[in-house]
């Protein structure tokens, strides 16, 4: 059965800094995966996806994530936080024919400035 | 522009009545999704429909009902079964011929019970 987990419900940075979030699926068969940012009473945006064409995906916004196998993760990362970048956002995964989108918890950013 | 329009964006209930969220998508996409969104809780799944006049239960389909009449609408009314209605409510659609592609949402609609 499919799973999502995010590691940290919420992530502080400082304005400038590296961004880090991580997601790790579990999938008996190789998965499409995506993330999404959601800010303040608004509904979900696609920010990326993997689609099995290449394993580091560039996103909007500056954002990319690497889709490794072997560790059953695709962390969502950015070289450099920016104010705008404070948001919720999700990992999710759909397996190939299933009919269902299976999300994570979420993760809370914060930017410092 | 393609998209999908939830109405309405605030909704008050008082306890015991019935409401209806509106739900459509003018992007030709056959399946469409109810979430309910807590706090800390993520999106959960209430009801889903891959075709007309077809739906199945999500994980959380107690005192919530649908229909699917058409292929650009799917409301979903909350029931007053439902013992804690208050959340934040959010309809996504997507196609189903091809599992690569993304699930689109609307703006969502903040149920609140008075």
């Known amino acids: 059965a499919q799973s999502v987990t995010q590691l940290g419900s919420h992530v502080s940075v400082s304005e400038g800094a590296l961004v880090l979030l991580r997601c790790n699926y579990s999938?008996?068969?190789?998965?499409?995966l995506f993330w999404y940012v959601q800010y303040p009473n608004q509904g979900l945006q696609l920010l990326l996806k993997?689609?099995?064409?290449?394993?580091l995906v560039k996103g909007i916004n500056g954002f990319e994530a690497e889709f490794k196998k072997s560790e059953t993760s695709f962390h969502l990362t950015k070289p450099s936080a920016h104010m705008s970048d404070a948001a919720e956002y999700f990992c999710a995964v759909r397996e190939t024919s299933y009919d269902k989108v299976i999300f994570g918890p979420g993760t809370s950013l914060s930017v410092i400035p | 522009d393609g998209g999908i329009t939830q109405s309405p964006k605030y909704l008050f209930r008082k306890e015991g009545q019935n409401v209806t969220l509106s739900c459509e998508q003018n992007?030709?996409?056959?399946?469409m999704y109810w979430y309910r969104q807590d706090p800390g809780q993520g999106l959960r799944l209430i009801y889903y429909s891959q075709i007309v006049n077809d739906f199945q239960k999500g994980d959380i389909a107690e005192g919530y009902s649908v229909s699917r009449e058409k292929k650009e609408s799917f409301p979903l009314t909350v029931t007053s079964a439902q013992k804690n209605p208050t959340a934040f409510y959010l309809c996504?659609?997507?196609?189903?011929?091809?599992?690569?592609?993304?699930?689109?949402f609307g703006q969502g609609t903040r149920l609140t019970v008075v």
């Open positions: 993997y689609t099995s064409a290449a394993t």
């Open positions: 996504a659609s997507s196609m189903i011929q091809d599992w690569s592609t993304e699930a689109f």
């Open positions: 992007l030709n996409h056959d399946a």
């Open positions: 999938s008996s068969v190789p998965p499409y």
